[in-house]
């Protein structure tokens, strides 16, 4: 079988398996709290998947998210507001990791739970304690055999979804690999903006979402 063969059916069997994704929920904001780029943004919250496939429509969501969510000041020229974001001390982001069935069953990341949190699903493989999933509903994680489990919530209703171990380490790589290849897509983005220091801009996320800690980064 020829290597382009044997990754087209690898690619089909992951589709049929479940998958862990990195998310930011992006809110509807009133007119005030508008960031300088998000002005002609319309119907853009709900939640937004972090890769290099982010487009620049979502990715001028999650930036205006980062801003509002924090607290930052919007006025201004975007250079100004992407500015605030270099000079905050540290960022949070409501999202985390989404986990998708292959029946289409999803458990999105709850209130209170943080993109900022993401690595405690790392930690889970060596402690076997649940990451922080938020509340309303309260999603938790156990090991259950060679079984990784999710669970949408700890009342009798809940449904799961599981993983083999070996997929579920797969998938968290993954994980980080697509939001590694996220933060040149920043890049571009505020450059399109008119923002002179894009790299200082993607650092930044990097380091407040602590992205490529131990994964090197794709140079492009």
């Keep these: 079988m020829s290597k382009k063969k044997k990754l087209k ?9 479940a998958q862990l994704q990195a998310v930011v929920e992006v809110y509807s904001y009133d007119s005030e709290q508008l960031c300088p780029w998000s ?28 801003v509002n969510y924090n607290h930052l000041e919007n006025h201004g020229e975007a250079k100004e507001v992407l500015g605030r974001i270099l000079s905050a001390h540290s960022l949070i982001l409501p999202g985390g990791i989404q986990v998708r069935a292959a029946s289409g069953k999803v458990i999105n990341p709850g209130c209170c739970c943080g993109l900022e949190g993401w690595r405690d699903w790392l930690r889970f ?5 649940s ?8 999603a938790w994680v ?15 209703k809940a449904f799961h979804i599981d993983f083999e ?15 590694s290849a996220f933060l040149p897509q920043v890049e571009t983005w505020a450059a399109k903006v008119g923002f002179r220091e894009p790299s200082k801009l993607s650092s930044k996320f990097d380091e407040c ?8 980064r794709r140079v492009r």
Aim: charge should be positive.
């Design 9 to 17: 059916k690898q690619a089909n069997t992951i589709k049929g398996l």
């Design 39 to 66: 002005k002609t943004l319309s119907n853009s919250f709900g939640w937004i998947r972090l890769s290099e496939h982010t487009t620049e429509l979502e990715i001028g969501s999650v930036l205006a998210q980062l």
């Design 125 to 129: 493989l060596k402690t076997g304690q």
């Design 131 to 138: 990451p922080w999933l938020g509340h309303g509903p309260n």
């Design 142 to 156: 156990e090991r259950a055999g060679n079984l990784v489990r999710v669970w949408s919530d700890n009342r009798a």
């Design 165 to 179: 171990r070996s997929h579920f380490e797969a998938q968290l790589s993954k994980v980080q690999q697509d939001l």
């Design 209 to 216: 979402f602590a992205v490529s800690r131990g994964l090197r």
